[in-house]
């Protein structure tokens, strides 16, 4: 893989999932750790929720897309990707900035797993209570 000197860089977090995303100009190739984003994320919907920042911007066959996702689960994941994707836009053209921000897109979903407290099954599960 040749890297560009209009190769633009971004990351994206979501949960515990962290992407980085590499955006240069071409066909509208996505790769996700070296393999088809079809193949990766066979979920049709999570594909969409992906290709959102691209949808609303019209920049869905202008760029090709390469990532590298470590952590979390598949839902996590596909929200790092879409988090780096579109932060990766703005930082290519800045005028995209105000359409991805009032879709939300460019705000980190902030929303971690409790943890499990001590003396309890769960992170609020408490064991059942017995009177006598």
Do not use: W
């Amino acid at each position: 893989m040749t890297i560009n000197s209009d190769c633009i860089k971004a990351t994206g977090r979501r949960k515990s999932a962290s992407a980085s995303v590499r955006l240069q100009p071409g066909s509208g190739k996505i790769t996700v750790n070296d393999m088809d984003v079809k193949k990766y994320f066979p979920v049709e919907a999570l594909r969409g929720y992906i290709f959102q920042p691209l949808a609303v911007t019209n920049s869905t066959d202008r760029f090709d897309i390469s990532a590298s996702i470590k952590g979390g689960g598949t839902n996590g994941q596909a929200g790092a990707l879409r988090h780096g994707i579109a932060r990766s836009l703005v930082k290519q053209d800045e005028s995209l900035r105000a359409v991805l921000k009032s879709s939300g897109m460019l705000t980190r979903d902030p929303r971690e797993k409790e943890r499990k407290k001590p003396g309890q099954p769960g992170a609020r599960k408490r064991f059942q209570f017995s009177k006598r």
